[in-house]
Structure formats: C-alpha cells, structure tokens
Nanobody, 122 residues
Framework: QVMLVESGGGSVQAGESLRLSCAAS????????MAWFRQAPGNEREWVAA???????RATDSVKGRFAITKDDAKNTLYLQMNSLKPEDTAMYYC????????????????WGQGTQVTVFS
C-alpha cells in the first residue's frame, strides 16, 4: 500500500525554481510530523525541512530563505518550494511522515516516499 508519493523533481539551471509535491494516503496522511529529506550520492540522508500539524516550520540553515515547506490538509499534500537552486542542492528528495514533530532524525519517521530527483546545473 503506497502511502507517500513525491513528484516535481527535474533538472534545472542554477538560480531556477522547482516545487516538489508529496501526496499522502492511508496511515501516513494522519501523522503529526511531515518532513523533507535529501540524499546525494555517497552522502547520508540529510534533513531539509519539517512542518507540524499546527503549521510550525523548521528548516536547515543551508536552505533558509530559499526553500519553503507548506502543506494542504484538504489535499493531504506536502510541498517544498525551492527557489534560487544551487548545484549543491542536487540530490534525491524524499518526503517522510512520523509522530515526532520537527525531528531531524530519519529513524524517527515511519513512512517514506520513493524519492524524486533534483539536479541543478551550474
């Protein structure tokens, strides 16, 4: 049973924008915590941003001012608006759902999507 499905990745030039979406269903849609992570080849999975059911938001320093995490509860969809993209943002992006609000630890999220690739060319 598919719970989280990401979309919206692609290949762009530095400075351009992308918006990632994550459609949640089933048990994943009712979790208290939603987040975006990313993983580049050879690197560990990195927390990007998180949002609570109440709309509280946290983001890693490297994306503050460029990325925005939002959610549409009516559509059970999580978004990541990514502006001013840089080559170092290149990674597979994953959405995750769990119960520990604003956690940065991957092992505290129970549900994961399959990922969507973002590639930024300089």
């Amino acid at each position: 049973q598919v719970m989280l499905v990401e979309s919206g990745g692609g290949s762009v030039q530095a400075g351009e924008s992308l918006r990632l979406s994550c459609a949640a269903s089933g048990a994943a849609a009712s979790r208290n915590a939603m987040a975006w992570f990313r993983q580049a080849p050879g690197n560990e999975r990195e927390w990007v941003a998180a949002i609570t059911t109440g709309g509280l938001i946290r983001a890693t320093d490297s994306v503050k001012g460029r990325f925005a995490i939002t959610k549409d509860d009516a559509k059970n969809t999580l978004y990541l608006q990514m502006n001013s993209l840089k080559p170092e943002d290149t990674a597979m992006y994953y959405c995750a759902a769990g119960d520990r609000s604003l956690s940065r630890r991957p092992n505290e999220y129970h549900y994961w999507g399959q990922g969507t690739q973002v590639t930024v060319f300089s």
